[in-house]
């Protein structure tokens, strides 16, 4: 190339590096809608600062390929931005969603920031963009320097909640998101295993693998593949329980977070997928009778679902009651059975795995209560809070508050979540209405759960800044 030709494409990845960064920052100008919480707010700020300084490292980048890096990091923030904030307005993200998932980002993760927003696809997850934009930007978009002062907010976690966009109005069935928190819990319970027990149980590990595979290993004659079968045979086992132990310990930090409303949560989407599907390489999930035996182990040790059977409700809310208890004992009876453990035993490395699994999981489940002491949904709070909110919902009310003016007071957030829950099972059993009644009343009883967590939530914000205000007395 001669230097004129070299000029003229520097300068065309210059302009079209400007353009990226431009445009980039135009679209985020856009965002007017009303957010749920200041956090996507917080973000559009945060990127467009970065095509800010975009704009300047483009100017003094007289490198080629470094112009090509900056177009090509430009359309992947683009993208990712796009993607996170499109949605994350008012109209999508419910914001008694958005409200209760921050109480316990506090609670549990209180130096991050959380950003909540639907997902085309079908899943329920929490994932940290900080080390993926921290890698992705600093010095390449933005100097070190300037990205170490820009983005100190977000590195102790930017953490982004993702939901299924179709199931936007389902407030009842988020509950499934005290599993997606339990995971860093889990990863810290593993992280902290006692080294010495580990390394025994690793010895124990290498036996069973033996016993139970003698004839395979016996029947490798070289002893390099032997050896090498043996060592994959034990990495497999092992992620095995890794993986169960993720899992399990997930769905105990739910029960404990959201109550009965986690297990009915977790029914609702594991039974139509099969309960006693086996571990498979690509995940290795429990089976899902497993889990489902572990939440509801979980809610009895608490006492929880004992409280939930022997709640005093209002004479002609009994039949709500009676719907809620026929479905425990449906559970009850689900999880008793033992057909996942039968298919455990037949195959050998998820037998394996499954025993070292068994051994650790109640240090595990004490690991998970300990971790959330501090916001456990309590038997005492479903005792004192549920009836009241069951009635309320009966009522066509939302079941934002307890008590009688001017003696009110906020309830929990989790306690309109489970009076749905329990109304939605009470319809859901109303077989003498037809599916569409049953439906409609369903949605009905989502819409209020809904409108008494946001409710609820204001006025026990409100109420902090002014004590006496809702008690009828003078702020």
Not at 57 to 63: K, S, V, Y
Not at 281 to 310: C, K
Not at 403 to 416: E, F, H, L, Q, S
Not at 444 to 449: A, I, R
């Amino acid at each position: 190339m001669t230097q004129q030709q070299d000029t003229l494409e520097l300068e065309y990845l210059r302009q079209r590096a400007h353009t990226l960064s431009r445009a980039l920052f135009l679209r985020l100008d856009e965002y007017v809608e009303d957010f749920p919480t200041g956090t996507p707010l917080e973000l559009i700020q945060l990127f467009k600062k970065i095509t800010e300084e975009a704009d300047q490292t483009i100017l003094t980048t007289t490198d080629v390929d470094r112009l090509g890096l900056i177009c090509r990091t430009l359309n992947t923030i683009a993208t990712h931005a796009m993607t996170l904030l499109d949605h994350a307005h008012t109209a999508q993200t419910p914001r008694g969603l958005a409200q209760f998932l921050d109480c316990l980002r506090e609670a549990l993760q209180p130096d991050s920031v959380l950003l909540v927003t639907p997902l085309a696809d079908y899943n329920y997850t929490i994932a940290n963009y900080f080390p993926w934009l921290d890698n992705l930007l600093s010095g390449t978009l933005v100097p070190e320097e300037t990205w170490k002062t820009i983005s100190q907010r977000y590195t102790n976690g930017l953490n982004v909640v993702r939901f299924p966009r179709v199931e936007r109005g389902n407030v009842l069935l988020h509950a499934i998101f005290g599993h997606e928190f339990g995971h860093p819990i889990a990863a810290r319970f593993l992280e902290t295993e006692e080294p010495s027990e580990y390394q025994r149980e690793l010895i124990a590990l290498n036996v069973r693998v033996n016993q139970e595979f003698k004839a395979d290993l016996d029947a490798e004659s070289d002893n390099v593949k032997r050896t090498k079968l043996h060592g994959e045979l034990c990495t497999i086992a092992e992620e095995i329980r890794r993986r169960a132990l993720e899992e399990l310990i997930s769905d105990a930090v739910a029960a404990l977070l959201f109550g009965a409303s986690a297990l009915f949560a977790a029914a609702e989407i594991m039974i139509p997928d099969g309960l006693d599907v086996l571990p498979r390489p690509d995940d290795f999930y429990p089976p899902s009778r497993y889990r489902l035996r572990i939440i509801y182990q979980v809610l009895t040790d608490t006492g929880h679902l004992a409280a939930l059977r022997s709640l005093c409700v209002h004479t002609n809310l009994e039949p709500v009651k009676a719907a809620v208890t026929q479905y425990l004992d449906y559970l009850k009876d689900l999880t008793t059975e033992k057909n996942d453990l039968v298919s455990i035993d037949t195959i050998r490395l998820v037998k394996i795995g499954y025993e070292w699994l068994e051994r650790s999981l109640p240090a595990g489940l004490l690991f998970a209560q300990s971790s959330v002491d501090n916001i456990v949904y309590s038997t005492s709070v479903l005792e004192n809070e549920v009836p009241e909110a069951l009635h309320r919902v009966h009522l066509g009310v939302p079941p934002s508050e307890v008590g009688t003016y001017p003696d009110i007071r906020p309830v929990d957030w989790r306690t309109p979540i489970l009076a749905g829950w329990m109304h939605k099972l009470y319809f859901s059993a109303k077989m003498e209405m037809d599916w569409v009644q049953r439906l409609n009343k369903i949605s009905d009883v989502q819409t209020l759960s809904l409108k008494g967590v946001e409710d609820g939530l204001l006025r026990a914000e409100y109420q902090s800044k002014h004590p006496t205000a809702l008690s009828g007395e003078q702020p």
